[in-house]
């Protein structure tokens, strides 16, 4: 079994000077032996990420 997934956007929601909250939407394609044909499944994330010492660093993820 193979899965890619490939990021098709992202969007700010909210952002502060170090706080920051973004969707990820995402498109996974999985593979087998079984059935080669790719099943596409589209999805969303919301990412919160916050800056400490000078990086972005996530700190929730929330499938949506």
């Known amino acids: ?3 890619v ?3 098709a956007g992202t ?3 909210d952002a502060s000077d170090s706080l920051a909250t973004v969707m990820f939407f995402v498109n ?3 593979t ?4 080669p044909e790719p ?4 999805s969303r994330a919301r ?6 010492d000078g990086c972005w660093l ?4 929330e499938p949506m």
Do not use: F, K, Y
């Not at 990412?47 to 400490?52: A, F, G």
């Open 39 to 42: 099943t596409l499944s589209p």
């Open 32 to 35: 087998s032996a079984a059935h």
């Open 11 to 13: 969007g700010a929601v």
């Open 28 to 30: 996974q394609s999985t």
């Open 1 to 3: 079994m193979a899965t």
């Open 58 to 61: 996530i700190s929730g993820l």
């Open 47 to 52: 990412v919160t990420v916050e800056r400490i």
């Open 5 to 7: 997934a490939t990021v």
